[in-house]
């Protein structure tokens, strides 16, 4: 089986309507939602009265409007589409699941998990709904919710004795090999079906990289693509996988000591971008402003300001699960208010209060990889003269303080760990080729991304999972 290297021209089809229509959105339309809705339509949406605001969005879009209010009534339109989809629980059968585990539950308590945010509701026609996954992020607060079952443990033992290892030897390394599949079970024979599943790429961290079995018809893009994919294009197959292995080095550096001599990361390239806004989401928002030259203060060393932010952060931002990020608004603002975030929302968040402050930043995304889990996650990279590029994990820092953690949630500034794959080393990254339908995730690709005769498929129509072949220290 050979890998192909280029992609005949249909496979470069990009879906974008003329202005004034009310074509499928596409994914660039994504950039104009700092735009905003009308304030009329505003109120609709936010009452929940999602059809009359879709049929607003639609009389708008009929007439003669700017392009960039066209955008972000289109993009908004296709959120308010998929919004019931995913706040699919209706207050009854929240109540039912819990008290299926946890009989004397009452709606007091409902009530009061929700105004502590730690539940995610939204109005659908009136009614309070629920994110299908709500119970998932109760779990995270066992001592909150204690005649709920406990989540799935993960050996936080293991993880700490791979620490202090790297610890002791200046950083770690590991190889990892992955097989990760995508099906498509609703397909219909014929139909032009296109699937990217993400795969390793080159970065500082991650090296000898080999894909190495697949479904045939497989396009891999170069390794240094900002989020690498293995692409299939197909009127026949519906189901796609891929096997690869890598190897990742995690140094360690103690950023509390003088920097080494030499940098970790031997390319010090800083890039305008890595300063630069990138709506919706990395917008130097007047509260970000506000707080970030609160939070750093007269602090005059730029690694100690990154350090500030980090502990800012970690010490104040609860981790939730959330809903698909296409639904969310300007994500570091809104987490910098409401204190609730994933790894995700954490990373841009910090991403967002380095670049206001002056200290260049990056994103990654890839997975998580121990012996006992894998999953998607999400981290960041800053930059200082003095020590070149590092990284910070918030997510991890985060959860390391709920759990009591403080020498786990300081080695996760400056430092991750090898248990880990990047498939993208920029966010709101194009695929290979570029999707010719809209993204579940228009800003991140972890899991795999899939369309059919131009449609993007939505998460329940795709079944996506990885499994650990192998996976050893060197």
């Not at 026609?125 to 994110?131: A, K, P, S, T, Y």
């Not at 030897?169 to 097989?179: N, P, W, Y």
């Not at 795969?199 to 000898?208: M, N």
């Not at 293995?230 to 026949?236: M, N, Y």
Request: proline share 6%; hydrophobic share 40%; aromatic share 10%.
């Amino acid at each position: 089986m050979a890998v192909r290297t280029e992609w005949p021209e249909e496979g470069k089809l990009v879906v974008d309507g003329p202005v004034g229509c009310t074509d499928e959105v596409s994914n660039d339309d994504y950039r104009f939602l700092v735009v905003g809705l009308p304030a009329e339509i505003e109120r609709l949406k936010q009452a929940g009265y999602l059809r009359e605001a879709v049929h607003a969005c639609d009389e708008l879009l009929s007439g003669d409007i700017t392009p960039e209010l066209a955008a972000c009534l289109r993009v908004e339109r296709h959120r308010m589409g998929r919004l019931a989809k995913q706040f699919c629980v209706t207050r009854a059968d929240a109540l039912a699941a819990i008290r299926s585990e946890w009989p004397d539950f009452t709606e007091k308590q409902l009530d009061d998990l929700i105004a502590r945010k730690r539940i995610d509701t939204r109005f659908i026609e009136g009614e309070q709904r629920f994110l299908d996954n709500f119970l998932d992020s109760l779990r995270v607060y066992p001592h909150e919710v204690p005649g709920l079952k406990k989540e799935e443990s993960r050996d936080l033992e293991m993880r700490d004795a791979m620490l202090d290892r790297m610890h002791e030897k200046g950083g770690l390394t590991c190889e990892i090999a992955l097989k990760v599949s995508i099906d498509i079970p609703g397909a219909t024979p014929g139909e032009m079906l296109r699937a990217w599943l993400p795969v390793p790429a080159a970065c500082p961290q991650q090296s000898d990289i080999d894909v190495y079995d697949w479904t045939p018809g497989v396009l891999v893009a170069k390794e240094d693509a900002p989020a690498r994919t293995a692409f299939w294009g197909s009127r026949e197959n519906h189901s796609f996988e891929a096997s690869y292995r890598y190897r990742i080095h995690a140094p360690y550096v103690d950023t509390c000591a003088p920097a080494p001599a030499e940098h970790v990361v031997a390319d010090d390239t800083v890039t305008d971008d890595d300063l630069a806004e990138l709506a919706p989401h990395i917008v130097f928002t007047p509260y970000l402003c506000t707080l970030t030259a609160r939070v750093v203060g007269d602090i005059e060393r730029p690694i100690d300001q990154a350090r500030a932010i980090y502990d800012y952060i970690t010490k104040n931002v609860d981790y939730r699960y959330q809903p698909p990020y296409a639904q969310l608004d300007c994500i570091p603002d809104n987490c910098a208010k409401s204190l609730r975030g994933d790894c995700g929302v954490m990373a841009l968040t910090f991403i967002t209060m380095c670049r206001i402050a002056g200290i260049p930043a990056r994103w990654q995304s890839g997975l998580y990889v121990s012996p006992d889990y894998v999953g998607p996650h999400d981290w960041a990279m800053f930059h200082t003269d003095e020590f070149g590029w590092l990284w910070a994990d918030c997510s991890f820092g985060s959860s390391a303080r709920r759990e009591g953690n403080e020498a786990r949630r300081l080695h996760y500034f400056g430092n991750l760990d090898p248990w880990r794959m990047v498939a993208n080393s920029q966010y709101q990254a194009e695929l290979t080729p570029a999707s010719n339908g809209v993204r579940w995730d228009p800003f991140d690709n972890q899991m795999g991304e899939a369309t059919v005769e131009g449609r993007g498929c939505d998460e329940d129509e795709m079944r996506r999972a990885i499994e650990l072949v192998e996976m050893h220290e060197v």
